[in-house]
């Protein structure tokens, strides 16, 4: 609401700036069309200040942790920092086509001035104004025998904005989830354009195209009382000089230098980091084809939940891609767990040697490269007393890690944690998914049921694509004592979970508490969660929504 109210603020006063005394002539060639190009220009400085700012991650981890001493919810805003990013792109394409179309007016009013060759009115005279010194012209356009077509790719204006449109218009149509989540390299490289865009954007203004009248101009012509008398502009005994004008210095780059600077800075870290050595030191592969990577690095701290961008430069020196850390901040290794989906995750599987049924040796291992880590909501699952995990598929990756440091501090290290009680919900489409997870459940499982502490973590398993009737064959298993998909004590669930009863039986077990509620999983399932939590959230029970990007 915020960053709204100032979007609003800046076009109302940017919009009544340019209808002022000043640039009283300009209006007499353009209209109120000047002031809607001016208005959205002010907000196009403004968002495009700030959509660097939640894309330095670095930057972000360090107000976050500096955030949450003082204030929780504050700091999950930061967690949000994709979104807001989107919004703010969202925000410049908007401001981009207000400004484009009512410089498409303006070129057509500037160039209706010139093509008007009468000195009875006003327009033209304006419009011949600086012919001589071609200093203080008022019109762009200085002659009848062009069009503004030629305009726009022979001035420095024009052609920066066709170049920043452009860039703009392969970013965002890359940018669409198809896309992303199909070619994502095609989304990785055309994203790159913003460095031609932020260069094409601080020169955009710099040729002072827009003009209005001079200050010391005002003085010796006063546009309420010369405008009907231009005829008689700099005769003797007028009282009306002819009026000059004057662009204002181009402003954009006040407003990006700061954000550019700080990603730049965040941009040598990520290249530092890169350079440190990283050690491979387990490959596993498991049956769902998904790779899990065992790796260490000399002054790594890691915390559960959190997520580092990998780079592996024998598949691709640019490309860095972010994955949830699988271990546990007690390991003395870091792990993270790659489901192959694409052309970068099938090649770092062949590289590690996925495709062979042969051990590959250490030294043949590619290199890899590791920025982060990076906080997410996760870190504030032990906070709350009662807690509610849910992850979708690969989107349990996250809790994977909360569950293995629940196992160190409760179980192995004895140690008394805040949260006295965890909900686990797993919701998988088919049974492969399970097989990477299951043998750390069934580890859990066997642990707590030694220590006597099975009241500590309750687990929900759901084959949503299954239904009752389709695993009927499995009934036959049910008398036994564990699970005959998963191993494991707790029986699997088929179809998708009642979410109202699920909130309204954590909600008569847990009066008077505060319930962390933590999703890793698509947007359909966090709206619905959400919803539940706030329609769950009574006077003595309430639900607090954490959602992972997914």
């Not at 419009?127 to 001035?155: C, K, Q, W």
């Not at 459940?441 to 759901?462: A, P, V």
């Not at 499995?474 to 008398?479: D, P």
């Amino acid at each position: 609401m915020v960053w709204l109210g100032i979007n609003a603020y800046l076009f109302v006063q940017f919009y009544m700036n340019f209808l002022v005394q000043r640039w009283f002539y300009t209006r007499v060639l353009l209209g109120h069309a000047l002031s809607w190009a001016r208005a959205p220009a002010a907000c196009l400085n403004f968002n495009c200040m700030l959509i660097l700012l939640p894309v330095c991650r670095n930057l972000l981890s360090i107000l976050r942790g500096t955030i949450q001493c003082c204030s929780r919810t504050a700091a999950r805003q930061l967690d949000r920092n994709l979104t807001f990013h989107k919004l703010v792109a969202y925000m410049i394409a908007f401001h981009t086509a207000v400004h484009i179309g009512a410089h498409l007016f303006n070129f057509e009013f500037f160039m209706d001035a010139q093509l008007n060759r009468n000195t009875s009115l006003l327009t033209f005279v304006l419009s011949e104004i600086g012919n001589g010194d071609n200093a203080s012209f008022l019109n762009p356009i200085r002659t009848n025998e062009t069009n503004p077509t030629i305009v726009m790719f022979t001035t420095v204006a024009g052609l920066t904005g066709v170049v920043i449109t452009l860039a703009l218009i392969l970013i965002i149509t890359s940018s669409m989830e198809v896309i992303r989540r199909s070619y994502f390299e095609v989304f990785w490289y055309t994203h790159h354009l913003f460095v031609i865009f932020f260069i094409g954007l601080v020169f955009h203004g710099y040729a002072r195209i827009v003009r209005g009248q001079t200050t010391e101009s005002l003085k010796t012509n006063i546009p309420e009382h010369c405008a009907d008398d231009f005829e008689n502009w700099g005769i003797n005994g007028s009282g009306c000089a002819v009026p000059e004008f004057a662009g204002n210095p181009p402003g954009t780059w006040k407003w990006v230098l700061g954000p550019m600077i700080l990603y730049v800075c965040e941009r040598i870290v990520r290249i530092y980091r890169s350079h440190q050595k990283v050690v491979i030191t387990k490959v596993v592969m498991h049956p769902s084809k998904t790779l899990e990577l065992q790796m260490k690095k000399k002054g790594f701290h890691m915390e559960v939940g959190q997520y580092v961008f990998i780079q592996c430069p024998s598949v691709s020196r640019l490309e860095w891609h972010p994955f949830t850390l699988t271990s546990a901040p007690e390991e003395d290794y870091f792990s993270a767990h790659i489901r192959i989906v694409g052309d970068w995750t099938q090649a770092l599987y062949e590289a590690c040697g996925g495709n062979t049924n042969e051990p590959l040796e250490a030294w043949t291992l590619p290199k890899m490269a590791i920025d982060g880590p990076f906080g997410t909501a996760s870190e504030d699952v032990f906070r709350y007393e009662v807690v509610m995990l849910v992850g979708a598929g690969i989107g349990v990756t996250p809790f994977a890690s909360i569950l293995k440091s629940v196992w160190y501090k409760r179980i192995q290290n004895n140690q008394d944690v805040f949260t006295k009680k965890i909900y686990f919900y797993w919701l998988c489409p088919e049974t492969e998914a399970f097989e990477w997870f299951a043998d750390l459940l069934q580890s859990l499982e066997r642990q707590m049921t030694e220590k006597g502490m099975m009241d500590f973590l309750s687990y929900n398993i759901y084959l949503t694509r299954w239904k009752e009737q389709e695993a009927a064959h499995f009934r036959v298993h049910h008398e036994a004592e564990n699970d005959p998909i998963t191993g494991l004590k707790q029986k699997t669930f088929y179809g998708k979970p009642n979410w109202d009863n699920e909130f309204t039986n954590i909600e008569s077990r847990h009066p008077r508490s505060k319930v962390g509620v933590f999703l890793c999983g698509p947007p359909m399932l966090g709206k619905a969660l959400e919803k539940q939590c706030l329609s769950h959230s009574e006077a003595d029970v309430k639900f607090i929504f954490n959602k992972e990007n997914f």
